[in-house]
């Protein structure tokens, strides 16, 4: 069993830079997917960015040029840096993960581990 723990969230002003982590217990999938969702209250959860064993990256048209999903393989950890932040990226954030061989990027069902989110709040 795999725990994801994110961390770095917060409240910031719109025009802020904020960077979200994802700590993974140590697993040894050789091939595997990673995103970020989150959730505003009353909406649906929607993936924003995503990142496979390879490093190939999807995001979101809604985040595209400001936020950069990365990883960081020796310390099992994921990354979501955050820049030009919007009131309307405000919503829990969370890091998923699916082990094995991606067929797609941004369907919440295809995760298999999830975190717990982290809060971000930008105000106006």
């Known amino acids: 069993q795999v725990q994801l723990v994110e961390s770095g969230g917060g409240s910031v002003q719109a025009g802020g830079s904020l960077e979200l982590s994802c700590a993974a217990s140590k697993y040894t999938y050789s091939r595997y997917r990673m995103a970020w969702f989150r959730q505003a209250p009353g909406k649906e959860r929607e993936g924003v960015a995503a990142?496979?064993?390879?490093?190939?990256?999807r995001y979101a048209g809604s985040v595209e040029g400001r936020f950069t999903i990365s990883k960081d393989n020796a310390k099992n950890t994921l990354y979501l840096q955050m820049n030009s932040l919007k009131p309307e990226d405000t919503a829990m954030y969370y890091c998923?993960?699916?082990?094995?061989?991606?067929?797609?990027?941004?369907?919440?069902?295809?995760?298999?581990?999830w975190g717990q989110g982290t809060q971000v709040t930008v105000s106006s």
């Open positions: 990142i496979d064993d390879g490093g190939s990256t």
């Open positions: 998923a993960l699916r082990d094995g061989y991606g067929s797609t990027w941004f369907a919440a069902y295809f995760y298999n581990y």
